[in-house]
């Protein structure tokens, strides 16, 4: 049984797509993380477009993470959907509006960037999403749905926009690789044709893809058998307007479905190879139909959004007997939307799409074993993840952090001692001692690199609404870029102990200068307390802020952790072995745990921090010095 879809509301816009490669290592994803709490699908900020299970216990969910306007999400699970948690993608994507997954290890994503040419976007994994990386799209504007028979041969359909200067003048697109997508290459489609929207394969050679015609008058449907070498259009019942969906349990059997012109839901489905295609009957009130799937010949789901007076509710229908009846299922009250529908067999299945809360949309996962006799919420860990940096530039991203490049192999003129997380666009900042900043999936806005300093720089900090950076010399210098404000500093003034890092205040915009005795300076922000003129075990090492900036923590060197204002203390390796000495620390995005990490790049997470893996016990060309958490992404103006 081959299955693809296309959410009917596609998002029409990503961004720049960054290939995932390089020397540093990411680890897989953990499919549960400790004590990842208020983490459930209620609260999730994903939209999920696609989902895709290539087995009953792995599964993968693509679309867009609410939380900024310029990420897409991958979220996976292995167990079923008992926990689903966020992979790493390449930065600067808004949407993937698609999934195939032919292996539990491979799987291939699709949408389109938000640039100039407004160009195609192809995600693949090899490795069930320790990684994704990007693909050439040639000829493509934008791109709705992809089906893989096979795990190096897949079929990808969407729009190619003909005209710049006529948004509306677009054509339709099929691409295809039989190499895994180390080439994709354009196929000849029927004339007359805008977006296609979907696309199903039940063999290497034999596929079938539905979309509109141009101005969306009328449907299309067209079919090859011998691999897109030739493509033909077949007729379908009239007063279709548009096809969005097609699955193809057999290469002779067939469901798509769509949009008639009344406007109300369509199925209609072929038992010949598209010889003829007949309509089925459809329960009145269904609304829209967005994405369908057959585990078997006779066994159907199809997914959807019916309208009501009171809003949007979201729609499943199955049929047991080809089609001779549909039935309307019961989902969970405050489904909204339900985008893409995917069935392993005829009991268990999975649907994604959004629910309704208070002031808004979230996403939504949900399952069900027993052929949707009841369907069920599935709980989500919402994305958690950290990098590590070393002293020659190396960075090693775990959890869903994902890797856009580093310093490590690279000539510097000084070792690098920090690492700040963009909170705009997911990337990061590494800092040298000289002052010299790189940015890696994130804007550079300017640095004290070649510029003369009175004490080294020892590190970074960005600022809360995503548009610029501090850096903070020893000697407690403040140095500021990008719309970051200078409040003051500690630079030229008496110190008991060199300053050693420095933390944002996400409520005032202010920053927190630490001193290895424990001294908290501040700046533009409150005051909450400090380890300053009071006993050390061993000296402070770094400082990270609570979130909404009601207080910090500061850790020492041997991970005695120090919490003030509303930060909570939950735990630390102060008074226990440890291999290398801690070197930083960061906090989780809800300020219920933390992360520290030592030189030989061990990690000890407390609290909710999930332990996601770590370079301890790894060989490393250069000590680790410095760690930053994925954060909440914020939209950036």
């Known amino acids: 049984m081959a299955f693809a879809q296309a959410a009917k509301r596609v998002v029409p816009a990503a961004a720049l797509l960054i290939a995932l490669a390089g020397t540093a290592t990411i680890a897989p994803m953990l499919t549960s993380p400790a004590s990842a709490s208020g983490s459930v699908s209620s609260s999730l900020p994903y939209r999920p477009y696609a989902i895709a299970c290539p087995t009953t216990s792995t599964c993968y969910a693509a679309g867009q993470d609410g939380r900024s306007a310029a990420v897409s999400a991958i979220l996976a699970t292995t167990d079923g959907g008992s926990t689903w948690t966020s992979q790493g993608v390449p930065s600067g994507i808004l949407s993937l509006n698609a999934l195939a997954c032919p292996t539990a290890s491979t799987c291939y994503a699709v949408g389109q960037d938000g640039g100039s040419t407004s160009a195609s976007v192809i995600l693949a994994t090899t490795n069930g999403g320790a990684t994704w990386e990007s693909q050439s799209a040639p000829g493509s504007r934008s791109l709705h749905s992809i089906a893989c028979p096979t795990a190096s041969t897949c079929y990808a359909a969407g729009t190619y926009q003909r005209n710049t200067s006529e948004p509306g003048q677009s054509v339709g697109v099929i691409l295809a690789t039989t190499n895994g997508g180390a080439t994709w290459a354009s196929q000849s489609v029927p004339s007359g044709t805008s977006a296609r929207h979907g696309i199903a394969c039940s063999s290497l050679t034999t596929c079938y893809a539905v979309g509109s015609s141009e101005g969306g008058t009328s449907s299309v449907l067209i079919a090859t058998t011998n691999g897109g ?46 010889a003829t295609w007949a309509s089925q009957s459809v329960p009145s009130g269904t609304g829209y139909l967005d994405a369908i799937t057959c585990p078997s010949r006779a066994t159907c789901y199809a997914a959807g959004t019916s309208g009501t007076p009171s809003g949007p509710v979201g729609v499943i229908l199955a049929t047991t007997d080809g089609g001779s009846t549909w039935a309307s299922q019961s989902v969970p009250s405050g489904t909204d939307f339900l985008d893409a529908i995917t069935c392993l067999s005829s009991n268990t299945c999975h ?10 949309q979230v996403g939504a996962i949900l399952a069900t074993t027993n052929g949707g006799a009841t369907w069920t919420s599935q709980s989500v860990v919402l994305g958690i993840g950290y990098w590590e940096v070393a002293s020659d530039g190396g960075v090693f991203a775990f959890g869903d952090a994902g890797f856009y490049g580093s310093m490590g192999g690279k000539p510097l003129d000084a070792p690098i001692v920090g690492i700040a997380a ?61 719309d970051a404000g200078f409040y003051g ?5 008496p110190l008991d102990a060199p300053i050693v890092g420095i933390a944002a205040d996400p409520a005032t915009g202010g920053y927190w200068e630490v001193a290895s005795d424990g001294g908290v300076f501040a700046f533009g922000a409150p005051f909450y307390g400090s380890m300053g003129g009071k006993p050390l075990d061993k000296p402070i090492v770094g400082i990270a802020p609570a979130a909404g900036g009601a207080g910090y923590w500061e850790v020492g060197s041997d ?49 909710d921090a999930g332990f996601y893996g770590s370079m301890g016990g790894k060989p490393l ?11 909440d992404l914020v939209q950036a103006s």
């Open 489 to 493: 500093s500690m630079g030229g003034k």
């Open 422 to 482: 963009d909170p705009a666009t997911g990337g990061y900042w590494e800092v040298a001692s000289d002052g010299g900043v790189f940015a890696f999936g994130a804007p550079f806005y300017g640095s004290m690199g070649g510029r003369a300093l009175n004490a080294p720089i020892v590190g970074i900090a960005a600022t809360p609404d995503a548009k610029g950076y501090w850096e903070v010399a020893s000697d407690g210098g403040v140095f500021a870029f990008g």
């Open 559 to 607: 991970g005695g952790v120090f919490a003030f204002g509303d930060a909570g203390f939950f735990g630390s390796m102060g008074g226990k072995a440890l291999n290398a000495p801690v070197v930083g620390i960061a906090a989780t995005p809800d300020a219920e745990g933390y992360w520290e990490v030592a030189s030989d790049g061990g990690v000890f997470a407390f609290g």
């Open 229 to 274: 070498a030739t493509w033909a259009s077949q007729s379908v019942p009239s007063g279709t307007d548009s096809l969005d969906a097609i699955t193809c349990p057999t290469p002779s059997t067939c469901y798509a479905a769509g949009t008639s012109s009344t406007p109300a839901s369509v199925l209609i489905a072929t038992t010949n190879g598209g």
């Open 351 to 360: 649907a994604a799409g959004t629910s309704e809360i208070p002031g808004g």
């Open 621 to 631: 060309n250069a000590p680790v010095v410095g760690i930053a958490a994925t954060p």
